[in-house]
């Protein structure tokens, strides 16, 4: 299920059009970037679920893709 925490970050992803690195998700739920990346690897569970993923690209950032 996801936390309120979560849900912002999905919200992020699916505005963006660019990659968000975990730093820039850290600063607008003022959190660290090591809990962006511990609630990156519950979403992806959570997501594929539902016919998506989030694509971690290194040196770049979280990027969300719908696969349907």
Request: overall charge positive; proline content about 0%; glycine content about 0%.
């Given at each position: 299920?996801?936390?309120a925490?979560?849900?912002v970050i999905i919200?992020?992803?699916?505005k963006a059009h660019t990659p968000l690195t975990s730093e820039y998700?850290?600063?607008?739920l003022d959190v660290t970037s090591?809990?962006?990346?511990n609630d990156?690897?519950?979403l992806?569970?959570?997501v594929s679920d539902f016919g998506a993923s989030?694509?971690?690209i290194r040196g770049t950032g979280y990027q969300l893709s719908i696969l349907r």
């Open positions: 299920m996801l936390n925490r979560m849900t919200r992020e992803l699916m998700l850290a600063n607008v090591r809990t962006i990346r990156m690897k519950d992806e569970s959570t989030i694509k971690s």
